[in-house]
Each structure stands twice: as C-alpha cells, then as structure tokens.
C-alpha cells in the first residue's frame, strides 16, 4: 500500500514514504500501537478503494509489525476516488515536467556560461 505521512502539524514533510518518529494526535489523544510507539497519521495514495483515506499504524511496519491498524476516514465514493486518482496523476505528470524543464534550464545555463568563457 502506498502511503504517506497526513498533513497534520508534527507529521513531517509530506513525503510519500512512511517517517519513522512522526506522531500525531487523534481527537486530542495520542495514539500508541500494539508495540508501544506512537503511530504516524498516513495518507494512502494507490488507486484502490481506500485512495485518499488517513489511517493510524505501527510505525515499524516494515521490520516487526505488530498488525496495529486504524482507519480515521470513511471510504470514499467512486467518484471521488476517481477524481483524487486523476488529479494525482496530473499532479505527477506536472512534476516530471518541471523536473525536466529544470535540466533543461540547467543544460541552458551551462551552454551559456561556456559561451561567455570564450
């Protein structure tokens, strides 16, 4: 499942991996799993029934689970999960686009510098 940190204060940068440390809050209460560590609040990102719903888990769900799950949010529609999919997408599309711009622009600077050095 393809999850990333929740947009909420102390949880990080909003990468699309899982930061081991990022706590959160749940209605006021901080949240423990089965292995006694605070549980980050993700949001999931693959295009699957559960697209866009925040869940608390174990934080050490790659190395010793202890299977402590909780969904926060109800699923969502068809329609939504559809829109939030093709939103997504255009929104990677946009970021390989400036990344490539970006080499673009640098190869630009480059070419110019040289230029100016002869």
Same mark, same amino acid.
């Given at each position: 499942?393809?999850?990333?940190?929740?947009?909420?204060?102390?949880?990080?940068?909003?990468?699309?991996?899982?930061?081991?440390?990022?706590?959160?809050?749940?209605?006021?209460?901080?949240?423990?799993?089965?292995?006694?560590?605070?549980?980050?609040?993700?949001?999931?990102?693959?295009?699957?029934?559960?697209?866009?719903?925040?869940?608390?888990?174990?934080? %050490?769900?790659?190395?010793?689970?202890?299977?402590? /799950? +909780?969904?926060?949010?109800?699923? *969502?529609? =068809?329609?939504?999960?559809?829109?939030?999919?093709?939103?997504?997408?255009?929104?990677?599309?946009?970021?390989?686009?400036?990344? %490539?711009?970006?080499?673009?622009?640098?190869?630009? /600077? +480059?070419?110019?510098?040289?230029? *100016?050095? =002869?």
């Amino acid at each position: 499942m393809k999850i990333a940190p929740s947009s909420c204060a102390s949880s990080g940068s909003g990468r699309k991996k899982l930061g081991s440390g990022s706590s959160c809050e749940h209605n006021g209460e901080e949240i423990k799993c089965y292995c006694g560590d605070k549980c980050p609040m993700w949001t999931t990102w693959k295009n699957t029934e559960n697209l866009g719903r925040r869940l608390i888990g174990c934080p %050490n769900y790659k190395t010793k689970p202890c299977g402590f /799950l +909780k969904w926060i949010d109800e699923p *969502m529609s =068809k329609r939504a999960r559809f829109l939030i999919n093709k939103l997504k997408m255009r929104n990677d599309e946009l970021h390989k686009l400036n990344a %490539n711009n970006e080499v673009d622009a640098i190869r630009e /600077l +480059k070419t110019e510098m040289k230029e *100016m050095q =002869k």
